[in-house]
């Protein structure tokens, strides 16, 4: 295996991110950057199969359009995550800031700790091919799923009294599913958003993403393996219609 190793201590993001590109495109297959600190737009329209490793706190926009590649981050990430990303894997052994997941048309990403507001918004899936996973590990801030379109948000609420406390969960939602430990009071729920029973059917649907995301994070998936969760999607596929006044 081909590895680059670059040391990005004070380094500004642009001539970084076209290190990263250079290294790609010399074959590279996996890269570890050292001493990140607040560099934007790192993966940002790569692709192929190559493994970034990122030691420090990446900027905003990580994974953004990224197609393919593998980014694993050792420690925080800034806003965005996954902006637009169409498939790959970005893995966070921390917790990311808002707007996770913005946009995403593929691919998972997998957020250790906890996020914060609008994560999840506007998702988007195209059939069954290119179905966006983000699973969030602790808790996440208002209006999750805000707008989402398609794919799956998965909040665990591990080490919480209860996975969501905040308001405006799936605030119109008109696709897609979000899917909450333990019970979530119905006045969390944004406008359009509505409460599903979760089933045995619905926990064998999600069983591959818990157990993947418990593998990145050397967690025991057994503790997660029930029914004890709370199934969010759309009440209709207009959840604004009301708001229009047509003649």
């Known amino acids: 295996m081909k590895t680059v190793r670059i040391d990005a201590k004070g380094m500004h993001y642009t001539p970084l991110n076209q290190k990263i590109r250079a290294a790609v495109a010399d074959g590279a297959e996996e890269i570890i950057l ?3 600190l607040g560099q934007r737009f790192i ?8 493994r970034i490793t990122i030691n420090g706190v990446p900027g905003g926009d990580l994974g ?6 593998t980014c694993i981050v050792n420690g925080n990430a800034e806003h965005a995550p996954g902006n637009t990303m169409d ?4 893995v966070i052994h921390g917790s990311a800031g808002d707007a996770v997941a913005h946009g995403m048309r593929g691919g998972k990403v997998f957020i250790k700790n906890n996020i914060g507001y609008r994560g999840g918004i506007h998702m988007k899936q195209y059939e069954v091919e290119a179905r966006p996973i983000l699973v969030v590990g602790g808790t996440a801030h208002s209006f999750l799923g805000e707008y989402m379109a398609g794919g799956l948000v998965l909040v665990l ?3 919480k009294e209860k996975a969501m406390t905040d308001r405006g969960i799936g605030s119109g939602i008109h696709g897609g599913e ?3 430990r333990g019970d979530v009071d119905d006045y ?6 509505k409460k599903f029973e979760f089933t045995e ?3 064998e649907r999600i069983s591959p993403v818990i157990k993947s995301f418990c593998e990145h994070f050397d967690l025991d998936p057994a503790e997660f393996l029930d029914t004890n969760y709370t199934r969010i999607g759309p009440a209709s596929s207009r959840p604004f219609a009301s708001k229009y006044v047509w003649e």
């Open 178 to 180: 979000i899917i909450i």
């Open 157 to 159: 609420g591990i080490g």
């Open 34 to 36: 050292d001493n990140i």
């Open 64 to 69: 953004m359009f990224m197609s393919g590649p």
């Open 87 to 90: 498939s790959g894997m970005l």
């Open 43 to 50: 993966g940002d329209g790569l692709r192929g199969n190559v």
């Open 201 to 203: 059917s619905d926990l």
């Open 188 to 193: 969390l729920l944004g406008v359009g958003a």
